[in-house]
Nanobody
Framework: QVQLVESGGGLVQPGGSLRLSCAAS????????MGWYRQAPGKQRELVAT???????NYVDSVKGRFTISGDNAKNIVYLQMNSLKPEDTAIYYC??????????????WGQGTQVAVSS
């Protein structure tokens, strides 16, 4: 069993910052990819950022230069630092991990979601 716990969402004014965290627990053997997705009301879930075990990082164009993803494989935690937030960043943010446990091969796991609201 793998459990993901997200934290760090909230309400912030445009131009503000938030830092999301996602901590995974369980019998984790190897972490392959850690990432963040978001889903705004009435829209499909979209990829925000990913970081792989070899350090490769990808961002959706709309957040480049404003968001930074980082991970701590030893602690099984992934972070998303969000700066210069805009109203269009308002969404529920989901942590997504691709990992293997001691009893199963690579699989995908999702966090419960944390609300980010950007408004004046």
């Amino acid at each position: 069993q793998v459990q993901l716990v997200e934290s760090g969402g909230g309400l912030v004014q445009p131009g503000g910052s938030l830092r999301l965290s996602c901590a995974a627990s369980g019998r984790i053997f190897s972490m392959y990819v850690m990432g963040w997705y978001r889903q705004a009301p009435g829209k499909q879930r979209e990829l925000v950022a990913t970081i792989s075990s070899d350090g490769r990082i990808n961002y959706v164009d709309s957040v480049k230069g404003r968001f930074t993803i980082s991970g701590d494989n030893a602690k099984n935690i992934v972070y998303l630092q969000m700066n210069s937030l805009k109203p269009e960043d308002t969404a529920i943010y989901y942590c997504h991990l691709n990992l293997a446990t001691w009893t199963s091969g690579p699989n995908e796991y999702w966090g419960q979601g944390t609300q980010v609201a950007v408004s004046s």
